[in-house]
């Protein structure tokens, strides 16, 4: 197949050149204990070392309240806030073979979460072209892994009474 071979090529060119480390997210489980209240969220996440980031789009949008398109009101709640569209180009190559895309993933970078919004495969499922949406200022639940260090030392002191 020469297609593939083109578009893998392309895609390794790309990650060469234009490539930037990303987290990719998937929500396990989500366990809530009635009796304690206790929150159990499982996630697994995938480190991919190159991503292509094609240019983000960062707009400024207004919503309002539904009260005032209901009842016609000339004061009602709204906000502006900033949201950022990007797309990332994920290689097949960097994720476990047989993965399969799920709409509820997200991305990570630089400390910024991104939701995925529209999925398209590439040719021969070589890889994803991702069309995904952040907002300004957002939590990023970002899953940082655990690295703790402690000094333990042993010394050897013999104490003795004599009577």
Known sequence: ??????????????????????????????????????????KQVYLIRKAIQLPTKLQRKFVQDIAYLAANKNFT???????????????????????LLNMDDYLFMGHQRFVVQLAEILEHNCGWLLTVKSHEGANPFEVQPLRHQSRLQFQQEVRYVLN
Request: proline share 5%; net charge positive; hydrophobic share 40%.
């Open 1 to 42: 197949m020469p297609n593939v071979k083109f578009i893998r090529d392309t895609l390794y060119q790309l990650k060469k050149d234009y490539g930037v480390p990303v987290k990719y997210g998937r929500l396990i489980k989500n366990q809530l204990n009635l009796e304690t209240g206790m929150n159990t969220v499982t």
């Open 77 to 99: 709640y709204g906000a502006l806030f900033d949201e950022k569209v990007s797309i990332f180009i994920i290689d097949a190559r960097d994720l476990p073979r047989g993965f």
